[in-house]
């Protein structure tokens, strides 16, 4: 989540809404993988497909005490060498820092789009 970049809040139970989670599980086009680092949980990656047969990373996510320790990185890099083909990676310019994928992408065309500003404010008791 990059709640502080885009305003997304936890729900009553403490926990974010990811609806199309469940599909990463179920769906065979896409993918959830476990990032490790020596032995460890250390994050997760969600893929899933994209226009023209290309893999689109819906969501990369390494533990704040990892960050900053190459454990993104060598996790990118090691997906986007998995992968024949092209991919698609999406984030958030202002958090440049934690972009790991798009540094293992090294020579890739940048293309910037508009993102949609996702702030679902909730109201509770």
Do not use: K, Y
């Not at 729900?11 to 809404?17: A, C, M, R």
């Not at 997906?79 to 202002?94: D, H, N, T, Y």
């Amino acid at each position: 989540m990059t709640t502080r970049f885009t305003g997304d809040l936890p729900g009553p139970d403490g926990l974010f809404e990811f609806p199309r989670l469940s599909r990463f599980f179920a769906d065979d086009d896409h993918r959830a993988f476990l990032i490790h680092s020596h032995g460890q949980l250390a994050g997760f990656c969600l893929v899933r497909p994209f226009d023209d047969g290309a893999s689109f990373i819906h969501a990369f996510f390494v533990v704040r005490a990892l960050r900053r320790h190459g454990v993104g990185l060598a996790a990118a890099t090691e997906l986007l060498r998995s992968g024949g083909g092209r991919w698609v990676i999406a984030f958030v310019e202002q958090n440049a820092p934690a972009n790991p994928p798009r540094a293992a992408a090294g020579r890739a065309r940048p293309r910037r789009r508009p993102a949609p500003r996702r702030v679902r404010p909730r109201c509770g008791s």
